[in-house]
């Protein structure tokens, strides 16, 4: 049984390939409601990696969760910024009712915001999670090299070390799920040995960390707010503190939790994420012309 099927198991989601800007995209679904779309990071194994938090979400919302052109089961494109926005928009024509909220994790929510700036209409809500994108973001000298080593050799030894990086508390986590966490190493291992995904990585990384001017995402046009682990080492709270201040957009926290507050936290991540949702807009107002 592979990585991603042990991943998935127990999940009430049914998977389904869709061709979207003529590229084969492999989507979750779950649940019944309003549109939710997770879009993932940049992590080999895809949409799977929302596993802890689908069913939670599927509760209240339709959930939507496609692995990205050229990582986990989708094909790969030559440039995933140039087709983009069309994806996307195929996406919602085929999966909604309507625009989604859109939830973006890491180096996706990097895409989602430059997404977002550029077609904003086509979602609802964007929440931007642990993306370096939307300040002065350097990637930390010790994740630098973990990354490399991973890259270059993607054994379980370098996984562990580049997990132990993502997490607040790695072994508290294994200890609880040590069977979806092996899961998930067997299947991000699995997927980094691909050349194609190794190279919409790279592309990925090189893109998904570079700045977006503050002109560029003041241009978005729908409520923004910032989700964060409180202890994310990848990208850490400053950056989003900064970027609150500067565009007024609200940061809600999630404790004890490093870059992957869904994973290690799932029921606190789910939570806040729910009463972020159900905010109301009129606070978003007030905030921006805080900010602006």
């Given at each position: 049984?592979?990585?991603?099927?042990?991943?998935?198991?127990?999940?009430?989601?049914?998977?389904?390939?869709?061709?979207?800007?003529?590229?084969?995209?492999?989507?979750?679904?779950?649940?019944?409601?309003?549109?939710?779309?997770l879009l993932h990071g940049g992590i080999e194994c895809a949409g799977p990696?929302?596993?802890?938090?689908?069913?939670?979400?599927?509760?209240?919302?339709?959930?939507?969760?496609?692995?990205?052109?050229?990582?986990?089961?989708?094909?790969?494109?030559?440039?995933?910024?140039?087709?983009?926005?069309?994806?996307?928009?195929?996406?919602?024509?085929?999966?909604?009712?309507?625009?989604?909220?859109?939830?973006?994790?890491?180096?996706?929510?990097?895409?989602?915001?430059?997404?977002?700036?550029?077609?904003?209409?086509?979602?609802?809500?964007?929440?931007?999670?642990?993306?370096?994108?939307?300040?002065?973001?350097?990637?930390?000298?010790?994740?630098?090299?973990?990354?490399?080593?991973?890259?270059?050799?993607?054994?379980?030894?370098?996984?562990e070390r580049f997990e132990r990086w993502a997490f607040f508390d790695y072994?508290?986590?294994?200890?609880?799920?040590?069977?979806?966490?092996?899961?998930?190493?067997?299947?991000?291992?699995?997927?980094?040995?691909?050349?194609?995904?190794?190279?919409?990585?790279?592309?990925?990384?090189?893109?998904?960390?570079?700045?977006?001017?503050?002109?560029?995402?003041?241009?978005?046009?729908?409520?923004?707010?910032?989700?964060?682990?409180?202890?994310?080492?990848?990208?850490?709270?400053?950056?989003?503190?900064?970027?609150?201040?500067?565009?007024?957009?609200?940061?809600?926290?999630?404790?004890?939790?490093?870059?992957?507050?869904?994973?290690?936290?799932?029921?606190?991540?789910?939570?806040?994420?729910?009463?972020?949702?159900?905010?109301?807009?009129?606070?978003?107002?007030?905030?921006?012309?805080?900010?602006?």
């Open positions: 049984m592979s990585g991603r099927t042990r991943m998935l198991a127990g999940v009430p989601a049914q998977q389904r390939s869709l061709r979207l800007a003529g590229v084969s995209t492999v989507v979750l679904e779950a649940g019944a409601g309003p549109p939710l779309v990696v929302w596993a802890p938090v689908i069913a939670g979400l599927a509760e209240r919302h339709r959930v939507i969760v496609p692995d990205l052109p050229g990582f986990g089961e989708s094909k790969p494109v030559d440039d995933l910024y140039d087709v983009l926005g069309e994806w996307f928009r195929d996406l919602v024509d085929h999966s909604c009712d309507g625009p989604p909220a859109l939830v973006a994790h890491s180096l996706g929510g990097s895409l989602a915001a430059r997404l977002a700036a550029e077609r904003g209409r086509l979602v609802r809500r964007l929440i931007l999670y642990g993306a370096p994108a939307i300040g002065p973001y350097r990637m930390p000298l010790g994740l630098r090299v973990v990354a490399i080593r991973f890259g270059l050799r993607p054994t379980r030894s370098n996984a072994e508290g986590f294994r200890t609880r799920e040590p069977g979806w966490l092996e899961a998930f190493g067997e299947e991000v291992r699995d997927r980094a040995r691909m050349p194609h995904i190794r190279r919409s990585m790279r592309k990925l990384i090189a893109r998904g960390t570079k700045r977006l001017p503050d002109a560029e995402l003041r241009r978005i046009p729908v409520p923004t707010s910032l989700l964060w682990g409180r202890h994310d080492r990848f990208v850490p709270l400053e950056l989003a503190e900064g970027a609150s201040k500067r565009l007024g957009w609200p940061l809600r926290l999630v404790d004890a939790a490093g870059h992957v507050a869904h994973i290690e936290r799932p029921d606190a991540f789910v939570a806040a994420l729910t009463e972020e949702l159900d905010t109301p807009r009129a606070r978003f107002a007030a905030a921006a012309s805080a900010g602006a």
